[in-house]
């Protein structure tokens, strides 16, 4: 802004005034400082610029780059972020990198406020942060958020899509349900417990099995390995999230099992991948592009306004039938 301001032979304010599109220069000076600045190719510094301004606008996203419908989330954060007029920093959650590391790192880069996406860090730990900065959780439910600090949750109604995946299987005919959490992952024990509360509602306490796992394909592999070794198989598997149903897929595809013929799968997320017509997954649809936009909002809000504006925001799941699951064979 000093060399457009030098070159321009005018003070550095009425540059700053003129790029911001603020009255306050004649129409000639301003049509040489524009063309002076394009010449010169200058960008604006909106870390200074927000410096200057006594507080930032930038929100720091937590993401895990490994999971398909967090990738999907961000891809719909910054379009949201940018009509309010803030910027994203994205810091990676990554296996041999804490969560802590990550918010400290967003943290020391002035994010006004952060949107922690599917972690997995302790009640106390978010509620200690939330003291620090205004934080919003995607995709995960946190006991009495609201009534503290400006810590606000955005997310699916877990236990509900886990119903109705239960439900639509037994309507198809299927008893043998097993379910693959997700171990310690965001939201796995709420569809853990939503799978056992809807198998005893429809009588099956007894076909109740709940084989460990993760949110990923690893997992999902050991998982089908492990239901291959046993004498029989379910008709029908509930994975944790779409990622563990595609290793169970992969397993049992190339050890001949036929999906849906033999065993019907069912995913969790309605990540991008899913509907690939190659694995046509039926699974519990997320909504992400509202996921993130509320999230954003929330954020801002709560920047703004305060701890106040804090809430948990619950939305509604879609079952999504596709081509991995059928009645059971007789």
């Known amino acids: 802004m000093a060399d457009v301001a030098q070159r321009a032979g005018v003070s550095r304010t009425l540059v700053s005034f003129i790029l911001d599109g603020k009255p306050g220069a004649s129409q000639e000076t301003r049509q040489r400082v524009l063309a002076i600045a394009e010449e010169l190719g200058y960008r604006p510094d909106s870390a200074a610029r927000l410096l200057a301004q006594g507080r930032s606008r930038t929100l720091g996203v937590m993401t895990d780059v490994r999971q398909l419908f967090q990738a999907d989330l961000v891809t719909a954060i910054y379009p949201a972020a940018e009509k309010l007029g803030y ?3 994205l810091s990676a959650n990554l296996p041999d990198r804490t969560e802590a590391t990550v918010v400290d790192s967003l943290l020391s880069h002035r994010c006004g406020a952060l949107i ?3 972690t997995n860090s302790t009640n106390e730990f978010l509620r200690e942060l939330a003291g620090r900065a205004p934080v919003v959780v995607a995709c995960r439910r946190l006991p009495g958020v609201g009534t503290g600090p400006a810590l606000a949750t955005v997310r699916t109604n877990d236990a509900k899509g886990i119903r109705q995946a239960v439900d639509y299987l037994v309507e198809l005919g299927h008893r043998t349900i097993h379910h693959v959490d997700g171990g310690e992952e965001s939201g796995s024990a709420d569809r853990s417990r939503a799978y056992k509360s809807a198998m005893r509602s429809h009588g099956l306490g007894d076909e109740i099995t709940v084989i460990p796992g993760a949110h ?4 999902g592999a050991a998982a ?3 239901m291959l070794a046993a004498s ?3 008709t029908a598997v509930l994975a944790g999230n779409d990622r563990c149903a595609l290793g ?6 190339r050890a001949g099992v036929d999906v849906p013929g033999d065993v019907s799968l069912i995913g969790y997320d309605d990540s991008a991948l899913s509907e690939n017509p190659r694995i046509d997954l039926t699974t519990i649809h997320q909504d992400a592009p509202e996921i993130a936009c509320r999230s954003v909002e929330l954020a801002v ?3 703004v306004e305060g701890a106040s504006r804090a809430a948990d925001v619950v939305l509604e799941p879609t079952l999504v039938i596709r081509g991995t699951t059928g009645p059971p064979r007789d």
């Open 87 to 89: 910027e994203v920093l």
């Open 116 to 118: 922690l996406l599917g």
């Open 216 to 219: 990923n394909e690893d997992a």
């Open 224 to 226: 089908a390995r492990t």
């Open 232 to 234: 029989t198989l379910p």
């Open 248 to 253: 169970i897929l992969d397993v049992f595809t």
């Open 301 to 303: 809000n709560m920047l």
